[in-house]
């Protein structure tokens, strides 16, 4: 099949498969009583399964795909999406349990291998969350983790669970009343979208605030320098509605390269935290146990910002058309090591972000004043 009858037909199963999903989603929200947010995310993530694997990799269409969600949540899905966990396993195999239930209800027939995949779910969904923990383990060499053949290391997933199983119960520790502020555990994050991100996202108030109308300044010193990012789009791409975008750091010009489907703004926020929350473990400082983080849209301009990923995307162009790589996250790593001007000086997105992570760590959690420092009150 050649390549544009290969994006053609998958188009042609994408569009298929988008009515049943639309048709899910009300499902969850009117039969299940699942709030909008919970049943676009669970149908998002069929939506996802269906179009990204079934289709690429069997050229079929949902409703014929169903018996390959196994290979899927417990491997592929793990090695190829930035944003596996624990979490998104579980999530998928919920997602897919109310799908299979949502078809029963619509009278379609299920087969019996999707059957025995259904009876068998709950097994199924733990082997991902083990394999997902491991991967996503800063401690452990990936390379470990499969053997000569590419299989998974089946004996150290099982040593890592049983460890985790044996560890200590830790007391519960009140969280800081500082919420918000340098080094608290929560992390309000701030990205100013592009006219052009912003349309394609389909991001419009109230999630989206002008700068111009925000009860804060862009330059408060207060905000801490991890929480400033910019959205841009790169480019689209051939045979997909998708788009790549690149969420660059005002601080550091350290950047994501995200894909995102039309009105996907929930995912741009979602990625985004999970790839922020990953780069801190990758770097391996200490965080908190707990943490959290929130997104906040912006509209405006930071001209310097903009004019860097200006620069960044032709430096992409530039590299793309040297080298192709398997995976979009892999030209991150020579796009953060793109030579840029920052506080007037040339530097590397990636030994500035080091640097910055290594002085002002955003979810350090303040030591405690001594017991004989008596607090001042105004």
């Known amino acids: 099949m050649g390549m544009d009858d290969y994006d053609h037909k998958a188009q042609e199963l994408s569009d298929a498969n988008e009515p049943i999903f639309i048709e899910f989603a009300a499902y969850l929200r009117d039969q299940k009583k699942r709030t909008q947010k919970d049943s676009e995310e669970l149908a998002n993530a069929m939506r996802f399964y269906a179009n990204e694997y079934v289709i690429h990799y069997q ?3 949902l409703l ?10 417990t491997d592929w899905f793990l090695r190829k999406c930035m944003w596996s966990s624990a979490e998104t396993a579980k999530l998928n195999g919920q ?3 109310l799908l299979l239930e949502f078809l029963d209800s619509k009278g379609h027939v299920l087969t019996a291998q999707v059957m025995e995949l259904r009876e068998n779910l709950d097994s199924i969904i ?5 394999r997902a923990n491991a991967y ?3 401690k452990i060499d990936v390379e470990e983790l499969f053997d000569e053949y590419g299989c998974w290391n089946e004996a150290l997933i099982l040593k890592l669970k049983e460890h985790k199983t044996k560890q200590p119960l830790k007391a519960p520790q009140k969280p800081p009343d500082i919420i918000g502020a340098a080094g608290a555990p929560h992390l309000d994050v701030h990205v100013i979208v592009s006219a052009k991100a912003a349309k394609f996202l389909k991001l419009k108030p109230p999630q989206l605030v002008k ?3 925000w009860n804060r300044d862009w330059k408060d010193p207060s905000i801490h320098w991890f929480s400033k990012w910019r959205c841009e789009e790169c480019f689209s791409m051939q045979g997909t509605k998708a788009r790549i975008f690149i969420v660059t750091n005002e601080a550091s010009r350290y950047s994501f390269l995200l894909k995102l489907n039309p009105g996907d703004w929930i995912d741009l926020q979602s990625t985004l935290l999970s790839r922020m929350l990953h780069l801190l473990m990758e770097r391996q400082y200490e965080t908190p146990d707990q943490c959290s983080m929130q997104v906040h849209f912006l509209s405006g301009a930071v001209a310097s910002l903009t004019t860097t990923q200006n620069h960044l995307n032709y430096y992409l162009d530039a590299i793309m058309d040297r080298e192709t ?3 979009l996250d892999d030209y991150e790593k020579p796009l953060n090591h ?3 001007t920052i506080e007037g000086e040339y530097r590397y997105p990636e030994e500035e972000m080091a640097r910055l992570l290594k002085e002002n760590h955003p979810l350090v959690v303040p030591p405690e004043a001594p017991a004989n420092v008596i607090p001042l009150w105004n």
């Open 59 to 61: 050229m079929k269409p």
């Open 64 to 73: 014929q795909g169903l018996e390959y969600f196994e290979s899927f949540v």
């Open 95 to 97: 997602a897919y349990f």
């Open 126 to 130: 733990e082997l991902a969350v083990d």
């Open 136 to 138: 996503n383990n800063p």
């Open 211 to 213: 700068l111009s109308e």
């Open 325 to 327: 790589l398997p995976y």
């Open 338 to 340: 793109y030579l840029t």
